[in-house]
């Protein structure tokens, strides 16, 4: 199985929103409603922010928001501030029920 | 609330076996399923596998026949094995939890850092 597509980057200004995308294929993110992504701090594990595609888990902002349309997932985050630097990772369920990851975006806050 | 640790050897040799435990505390190993997750230095995140607290398991086809995931519901543990390690199983090694039937991983251990060298 092939990881799914991100950006390697993406930054934006305090305050601003920023989007990062996650392509994969009709086996995995186009073929199920089950993406989740997760935010990764340098030296920390993993942490989930969005499950199931849309849906944050208790605690998680409400600057985390996703969507996705085909083949593609998106992970929206509005009013950025300066602790979202961060790596971030889409998830998904595949038609052999596996999972597979993104290779990861980094967000930089100027 | 459940946490996780991961633990075992810091160094193993090539060719030889990587082996892990997962201990949960604070919560009991059922009904959920539960994940061992990697990352090599500087890389991003790959999915190893996972095992049913039943003992079913699925693993990631590139990595099938040299890995073997365990559960110990007993000791509330499980576990994993990759055999003939190279350098290029060099990682930190994260255990993750998942609800039975549900896609996400939650909540993480610390993760643990495997190097393989001679």
């Known amino acids: 199985q092939s990881a799914l597509t991100q950006p390697a980057s993406v930054s934006g200004s305090p305050g601003q929103s920023i989007t990062i995308s996650c392509t994969g294929t009709?086996?995995?993110?186009?073929?199920?409603?089950?993406v989740s992504w997760y935010q990764q701090h340098p030296g920390k594990a993993p942490k989930l922010i969005i499950y199931?595609?849309?849906n944050r888990p208790l605690g998680v902002s409400n600057r985390f928001s996703g969507s996705k349309s085909g083949n593609t997932a998106s992970l929206t985050i509005s009013g950025l501030q300066a602790e979202d630097e961060a790596d971030y990772y889409c998830?998904?369920?595949?038609?052999?029920?596996?999972?597979?990851f993104g290779g990861g975006t980094k967000l930089t806050v100027l | 609330q459940v946490q996780l640790q991961e633990s075992g050897p810091g160094l193993v040799k090539p060719s030889e076996t990587l082996s892990l435990t997962c201990t949960v505390s604070?919560?009991?190993?059922?009904?959920?399923?539960w994940s061992w997750i990697r990352q090599p230095p500087g890389k991003g995140l790959e999915w190893i596998g996972y095992?049913?607290?039943?003992?079913?398991?699925n693993y990631n086809p590139s990595l099938k026949s040299r890995v073997t995931i365990s559960v110990d519901t007993s000791k509330n543990q499980f576990s994993l094995k990759v055999s003939s390690v190279t350098a290029a199983d060099t990682a930190v090694y994260y255990c993750?939890?998942?609800?039975?039937?549900?896609?996400?991983?939650?909540?993480w251990g610390q993760g643990t850092l495997v190097t393989v060298s001679s």
């Open positions: 993750a939890r998942s609800p039975i039937a549900r896609n996400w991983f939650d909540p």
């Open positions: 604070g919560g009991s190993i059922s009904p959920y399923s």
């Open positions: 095992i049913y607290y039943s003992g079913s398991t």
């Open positions: 009709s086996s995995d993110v186009g073929g199920y409603n089950y």
């Open positions: 199931d595609v849309s």
């Open positions: 998830s998904s369920y595949t038609s052999i029920n596996t999972r597979v």
